[in-house]
């Protein structure tokens, strides 16, 4: 690292650190099933790596060289590390997401998910199901996040919102998993027939449907979602366009203000029914 050079006081701790991230690197590229290769020059690695490789893969190889990058700065200017794992899933996520935003298509990443790409507005749902609308929010000067839900009927009224806050620095993904996470907890307590939760959190879902268990915070939360969704047998997720998800996002913001806070349809505060009234039209 050419960084040693210049930083004789700091020699040590940055070769320390490069040996870390050497062997963080390994392990990334040991998940998508590549071996390291030690040639400095970028494009002779990238072209030696991809060789045989299909173009789709090929593209993700980028992907997650970039994540890699940036993994490894958070780590040195921020000291924030995060799992080898974690890298290849988030690659994977922003790669899929702008294939969409490009109108391109890729083979469903999520199996038992349903993808809302063109869903730009809230709809209700069916008769016999309740909807459930979760967003996670970060609240970076008061070392806290936030999450609401809001369920409502067939009819669009709100059977129940929530907004609550928990204290914690952590990333967006985390308190959108964590409140999903909460709202099926939520769901178990109640006697409905169908659920559906939506979100506009992709990363979470993606970890949701992931085979993996990742052995990092938001691994964890992920799981105690997959078994509630085992236990409860009657939930269905899909991912929305953040205007579809307004009045979740209303509940989550406003956690900033109170630790909990629930919600019926005549206790709730009016910019929140705003927003419902706006979904109906």
């Given at each position: 690292m050419w960084l040693c050079l210049r930083h004789g006081k700091r020699e040590k701790k940055v070769l320390n650190l490069g040996k870390i991230y050497m062997r963080f690197t390994i392990m990334t590229w040991s998940l998508e099933y590549l071996k390291p290769v030690l040639i400095e020059d970028f494009k002779d690695w990238f072209m030696d790596v991809t060789r045989d490789l299909a173009a789709t893969h090929s593209t993700e190889v980028i992907m997650v060289a970039w994540q890699i990058w940036n993994a490894r700065n958070d780590v040195l200017w921020n000291g924030r590390g995060k799992s080898a794992a974690n890298v290849v899933l988030e690659a994977r996520s922003y790669?899929?997401?702008?294939l969409c935003a490009q109108k391109n298509r890729m083979e469903p990443i999520l199996g038992l998910i349903d993808q809302g790409w063109d869903i730009?507005?809230?709809?209700?749902?069916?008769?016999?199901?309740?909807?459930?609308?979760?967003?996670?929010?970060?609240?970076?000067?008061?070392?806290?996040?936030?999450?609401?839900?809001?369920?409502?009927?067939?009819?669009?009224?709100?059977?129940?919102?929530?907004?609550?806050?928990?204290?914690?620095?952590?990333?967006?993904?985390?308190?959108?998993?964590?409140?999903?996470?909460?709202?099926?907890?939520?769901?178990?307590?109640?006697?409905?027939?169908?659920?559906?939760?939506?979100?506009?959190c992709l990363v979470a879902l993606q970890g949701i449907d992931n085979n993996?268990?990742?052995p990092s915070a938001f691994g964890s939360i992920v799981w105690?979602?997959?078994?509630?969704?085992?236990?409860?047998?009657?939930?269905?997720?899909?991912?929305?366009?953040?205007?579809?998800?307004?009045?979740?996002?209303?509940?989550?913001?406003?956690?900033?203000?109170?630790?909990?806070?629930?919600?019926?349809?005549?206790s709730s505060p009016l910019e929140l029914l705003n927003i419902v009234m706006a979904d109906l039209i």
């Open positions: 790669l899929n997401q702008w730009e507005h809230w709809k209700k749902p069916d008769t016999d199901t309740v909807k459930v609308n979760v967003d996670g929010a970060i609240f970076a000067t008061s070392n806290s996040f936030g999450f609401g839900f809001i369920t409502r009927g067939y009819d669009g009224r709100i059977i129940e919102a929530v907004s609550s806050r928990s204290v914690g620095n952590v990333s967006p993904e985390i308190a959108e998993a964590y409140g999903i996470k909460e709202a099926l907890s939520w769901i178990k307590g109640k006697d409905w027939h169908r659920v559906l939760i939506e979100t506009d993996t268990q990742l105690d979602c997959k078994q509630l969704i085992l236990e409860l047998g009657n939930i269905s997720l899909k991912f929305v366009k953040c205007s579809a998800n307004k009045a979740a996002h209303y509940l989550a913001r406003s956690a900033c203000y109170n630790p909990v806070r629930i919600f019926s349809h005549n």
